[in-house]
């Protein structure tokens, strides 16, 4: 285990580990970069490294330094531009201020600066556009002031700590403080290194240090010799950027997943339109004219077009004999007068099942057919609803198909989904045994319902002419891509949020 980790360190870490060493395993960088002859960058990235491995520790401290600017350093040399003026104000105890500059050698911007401090400084006084000396000043001609002196200190030690206690300092700083581009103060990291128990541990072992192969030339597989190199090995846990592989969405990853199930179970696939009749939508599904949700407030009616063309007059004949009579089917019907201008009215279909209803209108039984598609319903948008969503809606016709037989490919699908489903007893007007659909949430102990299914009513069936029995179920998708994605919004799955997108895996369970 430690040899492993031995094996995983770069030169320079190795270096820099036994640096530490000589110096009885604690030392700044700064002496590592000397004993061990590397620059301080080579230093501080190995330190880093060993760090995160858990074989030192780097302590960092922030320290507020004082150094001179160049404006700085050029007064530190020649004196404060006041200094420069006050010598020769003392020669010629007063000069006019139009020959200051001449005079002292400096520029009109010095002169400025060395006006204010002279008379801050109380060194002298203007009288009538003439700068003359005071007896402060002349005083002060032999003793430099705590601002020159912290200069001079300054000059002399490069740079300095600013939290020291002394005096001189503190005033000297304060004075040249009000002064611009004087002073740099910057805050500067300090750093020391501190071998810990485990590191310890792995000097103990010794380390050698071996120059490492790190890439190989022509010349050395050639001859051979790359077989006499030493390779540092990898270290497969070190730190890597996080990347993100481009994947399906979750919904239509979700959509594929059940398409896939279905067409293994030996159903084949139909398509219809989002585009819909209300005959195909309602009318040949035995829904009646009145019915609740044919209502504007849960149906989208289409403007343009108002109306879609209806299939063969037999179909539409036999559809409103089912609606007022029961026709041939052996029911009475809903006892209406059925009306083919309603029926003709363009929807958004509001489920799947108008695809089955189609499907089974153009094709012979035996078959088992499924369909994926978007449904709209006029909803108000929240956690749950939204006013368009997927459904997966299917059919098997055939002679011996059974209601038992539904639910055992209901139970089927669902658990190769990975979850646990009921039924129960449940109406909707085209079928005759229904149910609906719960699944199991073990995490809240609790079913949610997921769609419906039931046996086709011989008033669905005996209009399109299909003489089978035909068990038919239409699923809903997004509660079910909620469950798998383990999300309480719905919105999520069409909101876009890339963060999510990219952490969830590319595969869903
Ligand atoms: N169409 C129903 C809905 O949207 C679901 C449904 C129920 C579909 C029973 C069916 C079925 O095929 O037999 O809620």
Request: net charge negative; hydrophobic share 35%; proline share 4%.
């Amino acid at each position: 285990m430690l040899q492993n980790i031995i094996d995983e360190l770069t030169l320079y870490e190795k270096m820099v580990l036994k640096g530490l060493e000589s110096f009885n395993y604690e030392t700044t960088p700064e002496n590592i970069v000397e004993s061990q002859n590397l620059n301080i960058k080579s230093v501080m990235s190995a330190a880093g490294a060993l760090e995160s491995k858990g074989l030192i520790e780097v302590q960092k401290d922030v320290d507020e330094v004082i150094s001179l600017s160049n404006t700085g350093k050029e007064y530190a040399e020649e004196g404060l531009p006041e200094r420069r003026l006050l010598k020769v104000l003392n020669d010629e105890n007063e000069i006019p201020m139009k020959d200051l500059g001449t005079k002292a050698d400096l520029d009109s911007s010095e002169v400025k600066i060395a006006i204010g401090w002279l008379l801050k400084k109380k060194w002298a006084i203007i009288d009538k556009g003439v700068v003359k000396i005071t007896d402060e000043g002349r005083n002060a001609v032999s003793k430099e002031y705590s601002d020159e002196l912290l200069l001079d200190k300054l000059l002399e030690v490069n740079k300095m700590l600013f939290f020291d206690p002394s005096k001189l300092i503190k005033e000297g700083f304060d004075l040249l403080k009000k002064r611009k581009g004087i002073l740099d103060v910057k805050k500067e990291h300090k750093y020391y290194l501190k071998v810990t128990e485990k590191g310890k541990q792995l000097l103990d072992m010794g380390i050698e240090l071996k120059e490492e192969a790190t890439q190989l030339t022509h010349e050395q597989l050639k001859t051979g010799s790359w077989r006499d190199l030493k390779y540092r090995s990898y270290d497969v846990h070190a730190e890597h950027p996080e990347t993100f592989p481009g994947k399906m969405h979750p919904l239509q990853r979700t959509i594929e997943d059940i398409r896939q199930i279905f067409l293994k179970m030996g159903f084949t696939e139909s398509r219809g339109s989002i585009l819909e009749s209300a005959f195909w939508n309602f009318d040949c599904l035995f829904q009646p004219q009145d019915h609740a949700a044919r209502e504007m407030q849960d149906t989208f009616y289409i403007k343009e077009p108002k109306n879609v063309n209806l299939p063969s007059n037999k179909l539409v004949e036999n559809v409103r004999m089912a609606h007022e009579t029961g026709g041939n089917t052996g029911s009475e019907g809903w006892g209406y007068s059925w009306d083919i201008e309603v029926a003709k009215q363009s929807v958004l279909r509001t489920h799947t099942t108008c695809v089955s209803a189609r499907h089974l209108a153009e094709h012979e039984p035996p078959l088992k057919m499924f369909s994926v598609g978007r449904v709209f319903r006029r909803e108000t948008i929240t956690y749950k609803h939204l006013p368009e969503f997927h459904q997966v809606e299917g059919i098997i016709a055939a002679e011996d198909i059974t209601f038992r037989n539904l639910l055992g490919i209901l139970k089927e699908f669902y658990h190769k989904l990975g979850f646990e489903v009921r039924f129960r007893p449940a109406y909707f007007p085209y079928t005759y045994l229904s149910v609906e659909c719960e699944i199991y949430l073990p995490h809240k102990e609790t079913w949610i319902e997921l769609g419906g299914a039931g046996m086709f009513r011989p008033e669905v069936l005996e209009p399109l002419g299909v003489e089978t029995p035909v068990a038919a179920f239409g699923l809903g998708i997004e509660r079910l891509a909620m469950l798998r994605l383990d999300i309480k919004d719905i919105r999520m799955l069409y909101k876009s949020d890339i963060g999510w997108l990219r952490h969830l895996p590319v595969k869903l369970d």
